[in-house]
């Protein structure tokens, strides 16, 4: 062999190690960059104690510096993590590890129909988005965009948590003229609240009637009336909501009320039978069952119409309520719980507000008596009529005309007596037709 031959064949040989070395450490390099390359980052959100680890992730990362990526997806998880109960309103979420400089997140927060509440950047829900208790979808996604040599994709965190407010109490003005209302509602009130309230008693020992009604999804109302007669004084309402329990309190002021003098013809035979033991034990017979109950539904709606506008040509109030009325010169005044509106026979009278009419007959003492339930007890009642238009049972709308002015029973001309009560306390219709009853706060 010549020297050439023998350096020729070594160069060969280098180079054939030089390249099985070279092949093997890219080989090897190519071999751990796909098999040992960086998962996903470990990203977890906490809420209520809960980890949030991703329902789904797709993640790329690079090998073979970068000019190839590798595909890795999640197996798709179908439960969702559910954080139970969170209390007042939104719930706090934390990413536990940093995002870094690339990543952004992407949160929207789903009602429990799948509705879109609100979205963002951040985790920082604001007040008023989550404002009632229910079900709720908090769904996120963290996304690092696709930057050469550079890991890239999208962790996708989903949780189910439920609202939960504490239920709440407001008030009306503690401080109640006699003839007005005192108003307590709740809300944010769960779904089927326990919900019970004690009004007391009045000065005979009958209970004063407070009943909730509901007035929204999470919200409730109940109504108690203050009649003219109520002893001034200090009144306490206990009132319970599943674990709260409140001591309200409240103030009745004096009312004040106009005296009036009244002849009445005691011979006249229609006022003979109208002011009967009989018509009176029918009367209690038939009206004092209905102060005990109530719909549970509130039909009312705003400000309540005049029945008979006492303003229209040949009407006047003739009566006030609660006014001091001494009947053929006696000492001893009669209070009046009702406003009678004088009018001729025959003029419609029109309910003053969305109710259901839960009695329509003849009375000795009040003539064609028409009551009208508006919820949670408050009922009107109109004596006298000279006709009725509707049914017990009859859901009548606010304006509809229900009956005519009339002058049956113990009435000495035609007039409409528009009588409001809840339970057994009755209230100046006045300002509820003004809209400056409490009823309205
Ligand atoms: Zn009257």
Known sequence: MSKGGKSRTLAVMFGILAGVALSFLLGSYMYFSFFFDPPPPRQVLVCNGVDILPSSYEWHTPFAGGILYKEHKSPERSEIPVLGTVYGGAPVFEPVQGIGTRGSYSVSLLDSEGHELWNGMDFNIPDGVIARNGDYVMKASLVYPNVLGASYGELSFVAAFRAYFEPGMATSFSEVSQGDVFVIKLYDLQESPNL?????????????MAQFVKTGNSSAEAVIAVAHDRPVGEYH???????????????????????????????????TEANSPAAYAQYREKIYPLYETYDDERYWNGVFLRPVDWEAASCRISTTYGIFRYTNGGS?????????????????????????VVMAEYLLNTGNTMVIEYGGGLKSYFFHLSSMAVEPGDMVSKGQEVAKVGSTGYSTGPHLHFEMRIGRQSLNPMPLMSGESQLFF
Not at 196 to 208: F, K, T, V
């Open 196 to 208: 019970s309230i004690d009004a007391g008693l009045d000065a005979e020992g009958n209970p004063i």
């Open 237 to 271: 309402v206990q009132v319970s909501c599943d674990q709260n329990n409140w001591d309200v309190a409240y103030t009745v002021v004096e009312g004040r009320f106009e005296r009036q003098n009244l002849s009445i013809d005691a011979s006249d035979p229609q006022i």
């Open 332 to 356: 001893t005044p009669r209070r009046h719980p009702a406003l009678d509106i004088a009018a001729p026979t025959g003029v419609p009278v029109l309910a003053p507000n969305n109710g259901r």
